[in-house]
Structures are given as C-alpha cells and as structure tokens.
C-alpha cells in the first residue's frame, strides 16, 4: 500500500520485537480515506446458529485478543457501528455460510459465539462483488474484517476462511479466539488473491484441556504482499495447538511470517507444534519469517520450525522422468498445498470456487 498517505497505522506487530534490521516487527498500512460497515450475507444459515447485531456479548471467557494490534483492531470496530453476532445455540452438521462481497472501503466486525457442549462449522468467503470484477479500470479497496470467537466448555468449532479477492485488494483480516475448558477450535485460512494482505489469528488457550489447530495455505505471485501474524497462548494446564503453513512466493511477491507460540506460567503439562515451509520459485520474490517460542513453565513440550527451499533435484528428476517439465512439476506442488488445507472445508462448491481461482 502507498505508506504516504495521510494516516499510517502498524499492524501484526510481533509479540516480542527482534532485530530492526531484519524488517519483520511489523507492517504498516496506510490511508487517507474512511471505512463504511458491511456486515456480509448469511447465504446458508442451519437450525440452531442465531444471528443478531452487536459487538459484545456475556461469556465468562476473558475478551481474546487482536494479531493485528490494538490500533488496527480501534479502526475497524469503529467503522463497524453495529456488528453481528453468530449464536451457536445447539449442534448442527450443515455449515454456517457467510459471504462478504467486497466493492468499497469497508468494516466488519463479526463474532462467533459457541455454547458449552455444541458443535459447528462456519466457512467464510471473501470475494470482490460481480459489478466491481466488472470494471475494466479498478480502483484500490482497502477491507478490514474482526471475527471474535468464544469457545466455550467442551464446544468444538470449525471456522474456514477463503479470501478469493482481486488484484486490487487490501485486506487487514484478523480472528481473535479464546478457548474455554475442553473446548475445541480449528481454523482453515486460505490466502489466495488480493494486493497487500494482512492476516491472522491470536489464540488463547484460557481453559484446561482446550485445544487450537490451525491450517493456512497461501500463493504469492505477481506483486502480492502477504503479512501473516499467527500467535497462540498457553494458560490452562494441559492445553494444545498445532499450527500449519504452507505455501508458495514467486514472481516478485513478498510473504511475511511470525508465529509465536507463548507457554505461560501454570500451563503445565501443555504441547504445542508449529511449521511453516515456503517453496520459493523466483529469485526476485522475498520471504521472511519468524517462529518463536516462549517459556514461562517448565513441565511442557514445544516445537517449530521454518522451511524455505526450492523445488529439489531429486523431485524434479522424478518428475521429468514421468514426462512432467518443471514448470508443470511447480505449477502442480503449488496447487498441492492449497488442495491439501481445502480438503478440510466441508462444501463442494466451495471448494471448487478455490480450484477455479487457481485455474485463472
């Protein structure tokens, strides 16, 4: 985005800074306009999920917290006045479906709230509305999206996020989440269009034996800038998460990687993982990361990882020894690991809406 606009904001700062140099504290966007509310459509709404409007809502869970940083997280929730709340009042198997179309500067600040032992599915797609894809000439659009997610005692949620935007997009896409005791929450993020996106999640772990697993698969290309701030706290005993990205940079994209995994005091007995591998396939595409892991308790297990490497000698013989040429080989592996995290999401037609935006 163009940094010399008139108001500039930092965002997905990460948790603990590091050294200046290596650029990967934070992001920064900015702007010089005013954002409007759009709450989105319900486009498939099951027998036991209420919706009503708001931004708040009375749980016993402490408020989660924003990735992208308080700043950010105050000028979305104020362009959003009314907001809506998703009210997960018993078990369904049919997804909850929620389209936001994206044709202006816009604001939307959602919540999902799970009661104590009910099970839910809730996919979310963004997607540049048909009049603006329309346009010969677009203009640049800056979103900014909050989904707020309460899980409580022994709920078990599946949120699915699918960004399917245009060239002209700017996104600042955050989920804050925090999990009560036994609770479940797994997250899906497909990261696939847009211009300059920036995305994440911040979990905690608040209750005993809760657990957070995460899934983010991602393709940079063109000039696309990807920013992506992945944080999970560990504060009930015996907590887990396990966080997965996977994707490819090429072109003359640039990604950007922070995942923090933060083992607080009292968490005893708790695991948490974490990988990130980007397959490179340009030398003028940049990629950063920046996993970490914090220690305030002893009795825990953690592991991470980060992987950036080109397609290997030896994959690429086997390939060509099948008839298959490099670029093929490339083209194949990347779609591989969009197909592989979209598998998850519960809807066929969705998931053919992702195999198409490959195919473009």
Known sequence: MDKTRENTIDINPIPYLTWTWLKINKDSVAYDFSLAENKGSEVQLPEGINVSSGKSISSSLPEPEFSIGEEAAKLISEAATEGKIYTVEKSTNQPLIIRIKLDSNSATHQIIHAKAGTEANVIIVYEDDPSRAAKTVLSEVLSGVITKVYAEEASKLHISKIQLCGKSLNQIDDTAVVCGERAKVTLTQIELGGAHIDAGFHATLEGYQSEFYSDTAYICRNNQYLDMNQVVVHKGKKTVCDMKTHGTAKDESTKTYRGTIDMRRG??????????????????????????????????????????????????????????????????????????????????????????????
């Open 267 to 360: 968490c005893a007995g708790s695991v948490g993982n974490e990988i990130e591998t980007t397959l490179l396939l340009s030398p003028k595409a940049v990629v950063k990361a920046a996993p970490i892991i914090l220690c305030g308790e002893e009795d825990i297990a953690a592991e991470h990882g980060s992987t950036i490497g080109k397609l290997s000698n030896e994959m690429l013989f086997y390939m060509n020894s099948r008839g298959i040429d490099q670029k093929t080989a490339e083209d194949l592996l990347t779609r591989a690991k969009i197909t592989a995290a979209a598998v998850s999401i519960e809807d066929e037609g969705i998931q053919e809406e992702i195999n198409n935006f490959l195919s473009e």
